[in-house]
C-alpha cells in the first residue's frame, strides 16, 4: 500500500493515478505516468543545477527557484503538486511556490541548504511513480472486477423469469386482500380580514 512509501506523497500518487485512471483510461494513466517521472527527473537535475548557482562570492544566494513549467504542462497540476509538497515537507524542505504574473509561469522557491533535500525528493518521487502507476491499475482492476461480480446475475434467463412471474402473482394477490390507505377531506381554516 501505499504506506509502503513511508509518506502520505505515495498514497496522494497513487489516489492521483486512480483518479485519472478512471476517468481517463488505463492507457492514459500510464502515458501521464511516464510524463511525470521524466519532470520529476528533470527536476532532480535543475534542483542540482539551482543548488551550485548560488550568487556571487560577496552576495551568496539563500534561496534558489526551480522551474515548475514542465509539471503545469501536465493533466491535474494541482494534484502533482500536492504529491511535491508532501514529499518535500518529509524531508523537512521549508519551500514556497511563486508564480509570475506575466508568464504565468510557477516557480517553486526553497533554500539553498535544503537543495540535497529537494533533488533527493524529486529523485524518490521518480523512482515511486512506476509503482504508483501499477498499484493504481491493479486497484482499478480488482476494484472493476469486483463492481462487475455484484452487478452480474448468474441465475439464467428462465429460472429469474418465473421468479419474477410469482413475485408478480403474490402482489396482485396481495393487492386484492388489503385496504388501501383512504384519507378524508382536510379542514382549512378560514379567516377573513
Same mark, same amino acid.
Given at each position: 500500500?501505499? !504506506?509502503?512509501?513511508?509518506?502520505?506523497?505515495?498514497?496522494?500518487?497513487?489516489?492521483?493515478?486512480?483518479?485519472?485512471?478512471?476517468?481517463?483510461?488505463? &492507457?492514459?494513466?500510464?502515458?501521464?505516468?511516464?510524463?511525470?517521472?521524466?519532470?520529476?527527473?528533470?527536476?532532480?537535475?535543475?534542483?542540482?543545477?539551482?543548488?551550485?548557482?548560488? #550568487?556571487?562570492?560577496?552576495?551568496?544566494?539563500?534561496? =534558489?527557484?526551480?522551474?515548475?513549467?514542465?509539471?503545469?504542462?501536465?493533466?491535474?497540476? =494541482?494534484?502533482?503538486?500536492?504529491?511535491?509538497?508532501?514529499?518535500?515537507?518529509?524531508? #523537512? /524542505?521549508?519551500?514556497?511556490?511563486?508564480?509570475?504574473?506575466?508568464?504565468?509561469?510557477?516557480?517553486?522557491?526553497?533554500?539553498?541548504?535544503? *537543495?540535497?533535500? /529537494?533533488?533527493?525528493?524529486?529523485?524518490?518521487? !521518480?523512482?515511486?511513480?512506476?509503482? *504508483?502507476?501499477?498499484? @493504481? @491499475?491493479?486497484?482499478? @482492476?480488482?476494484?472493476?472486477?469486483?463492481?462487475?461480480?455484484?452487478?452480474?446475475?448468474? &441465475?439464467?434467463?428462465?429460472?429469474?423469469?418465473?421468479? @419474477?412471474?410469482?413475485?408478480?402473482?403474490?402482489?396482485?394477490?396481495?393487492?386484492?386482500?388489503?385496504?388501501?390507505?383512504?384519507?378524508?377531506?382536510?379542514?382549512?381554516?378560514?379567516? *377573513?380580514?
Amino acid at each position: 500500500m501505499a !504506506s509502503d512509501y513511508g509518506n502520505d506523497a505515495g498514497e496522494k500518487m497513487i489516489e492521483d493515478f486512480m483518479r485519472f485512471g478512471e476517468r481517463m483510461g488505463e &492507457r492514459a494513466m500510464y502515458r501521464r505516468a511516464e510524463q511525470i517521472r521524466r519532470a520529476f527527473e528533470n527536476a532532480t537535475g535543475a534542483a542540482r543545477e539551482a543548488a551550485e548557482g548560488n #550568487g556571487t562570492a560577496e552576495h551568496p544566494a539563500e534561496w =534558489a527557484k526551480l522551474d515548475m513549467a514542465e509539471f503545469q504542462g501536465i493533466e491535474d497540476y =494541482a494534484g502533482i503538486k500536492e504529491t511535491i509538497e508532501e514529499k518535500l515537507r518529509t524531508h #523537512g /524542505v521549508d519551500s514556497a511556490w511563486f508564480a509570475e504574473p506575466a508568464t504565468g509561469c510557477e516557480h517553486l522557491l526553497f533554500r539553498i541548504a535544503d *537543495a540535497k533535500e /529537494v533533488w533527493l525528493s524529486f529523485d524518490e518521487l !521518480s523512482r515511486e511513480t512506476d509503482a *504508483a502507476c501499477e498499484r @493504481a @491499475a491493479a486497484n482499478l @482492476a480488482k476494484r472493476d472486477a469486483r463492481e462487475t461480480a455484484e452487478a452480474r446475475d448468474e &441465475r439464467p434467463l428462465g429460472v429469474r423469469a418465473e421468479q @419474477a412471474r410469482a413475485a408478480s402473482s403474490a402482489l396482485e394477490a396481495e393487492g386484492a386482500t388489503t385496504r388501501a390507505a383512504t384519507r378524508g377531506p382536510r379542514m382549512q381554516e378560514v379567516r *377573513a380580514r
